[in-house]
Structure formats: C-alpha cells, structure tokens
C-alpha cells in the first residue's frame, strides 16, 4: 500500500518563495483499473487525453512525484475535490506527496481513516450528478504546487538579498487561478451515433474501504498551481463513437490474446471415460 499525507492546513501566503524552472511535470498521473490491476491506456483526441473505464470497475488515481521535494496535489475527480467534497478549486486541500513518492487514490475521502471506492458508473448515479453538479462528470484533475522555502536574511543589512520578497510579486486571482484549473475542454464531433452526443458515465460513491493516511502544513510557494492536467474517460463504446478508438477495441477487450505461458507447470491429462 502506498502511503500519503493529506493536506489539512496550507497557507496560500509563504513569506517568500524563489522561482525555480520547471522542466518537466511535477506530477505523473495514471488511472488504473482495480479490478483488472491493469493500468488504462491514454488516447489523445483533440487536444485531450482520454482513458476507457469499464462500468461497474473500480479504480484508482494514482500520482507520483517526480520532484526531489515535496509537493501537493489537489485532486479533482468529476470536478469534485476528492478529499473535502467541494466543488474543486486550486486553493484547496489536497494530498501532499513526500520526495519520489507515489501514491494510488483510491476512492473520496472520508475521514483520515477511509474512503468511499472511486467506481466507473452510470452518469446519472455518479457522485457530482447525485450531489446537484453533473456539469463536469467525466474528467480526472490535478493542481500541482511546490513548497515554499524560508527566506534567507543576510547577516549584515547592507548585504543584498538574493532573491526578492515574495510580498513584491503579483499573483492573479484565485478566480482566474480556478478557471485555468478547470480548462477547456475541446469541442467533440457532432454524430448520428446517439451514443457520441454526451457523456455516459462518471465516478461513484463506492463501498468503504481502510485508507489511513496522516495530516501535514504545507506552505505553497505561490497562489496559482505549477502543473495543471487533467484526462477525461468514458465507456468505451463512446469512445469508438468518437473516433477516439478503434471499433474492434471491444471485442479485443473482452477476448484477450492468447498467452504463450498461462501456468507454471504441466498439469495431467483428464481420464479417458
């Protein structure tokens, strides 16, 4: 079982942060099927990147720092905040990820104790519709934020500090912060398949299960997030409507190819009757 720590108190304010490049993504993300223990596939389709979920499957979030440092993740799952239940925004808590750590979410969050399993079901039974916000039912989101580093004060007050108060930059609104978080999502092909015209399932208040996990502070360098992601899913057979898989993807789903090595060794014969 992989360990995290989630987000109870985090200032938005830190007394002052450097600026550090980012070269890559701070946080992997990857869905995973937890009935099939297989990781889904991406598809990118018109600027998205899409994941088939089966209905009726359980699944996981799973996240990975690929920092050196720590980092936090605010998870939004149908545009839900996946630990507070809220409508997502950046600005919330989330689950803070140690050096090189990964972590599988597995379900909402509870308690520090458990949580309600995340599972593929119909749109209409998902969570965000069962809570009045089916708005955006169908897509899986991360806000990623560095840790703020104390502030350096020299010895000597007519030594130059080598960075520049944090106090001195200027952050955009939270607002503008929360829509650049929820994105925009790309039109999609208008079809005579009834099944492409919307969204057929999203993520549901599944059974509990033990997921303990700690509380932490984190201090979040600045306001708006350094990594913003996010991949929609849908039943596969939607999918294939869209374009976004190959038609036989269903039948190659259902009927695996065969195996050269099944077992581990030559079972006898059955008796001749």
């Known amino acids: 079982m992989f360990r995290a720590c989630l987000l109870l108190l985090a200032s938005l304010f830190p007394l002052a942060a450097c600026s550090r490049a980012v070269a890559g993504p701070l946080v992997d993300v990857a869905v995973i099927d937890r009935d099939t223990g297989q990781w889904l596939p991406s598809y990118p389709h018109r600027g998205d990147q899409w994941v088939a979920g089966e209905p009726g499957h359980r699944y996981a979030v799973r996240l990975t720092n690929t920092t050196g440092e720590r980092v936090l993740v605010v998870l939004s799952v149908d545009g839900v905040n996946a630990v507070t239940g809220e409508t997502a925004a950046p600005s919330q808590a989330g689950y803070v990820l140690d050096p090189w750590e990964s972590a599988e979410i597995a379900g909402w969050r509870k308690s520090l104790d458990d949580i309600a399993q995340f599972v593929f079901t ?76 919307r969204q057929r399932i999203g993520t549901g208040h599944g059974q509990r299960e033990w997921a303990p996990v700690g509380s932490t502070d984190f201090v979040r360098a600045r306001r708006t997030p350094d ?12 999918l294939v409507a869209l374009g976004i898989l190959p038609p036989p993807y269903r039948r190659l789903h259902r009927d695996p190819a065969p195996q050269a090595f099944p077992n581990g060794f030559v079972a006898d014969p059955p008796r001749w009757r």
């Open 122 to 197: 119909d749109k209409g039974d998902s969570y965000a519709a069962r809570t009045g916000r089916p708005r955006n039912v169908g897509v899986i989101g991360v806000a990623a934020f560095r840790e703020a580093r104390p502030y350096y004060r020299p010895p000597y007050p007519s030594a130059p500090a080598p960075y520049p108060p944090y106090a001195g930059s200027r952050a955009r609104p939270e607002a503008e912060n929360s829509a650049k978080a929820a994105g925009a999502a790309a039109p999609e092909a208008v079809t005579q398949d009834a099944i492409a015209s």
């Open 227 to 238: 990594q913003v992601s996010q991949i929609r899913y849908d039943e596969p057979r939607r």
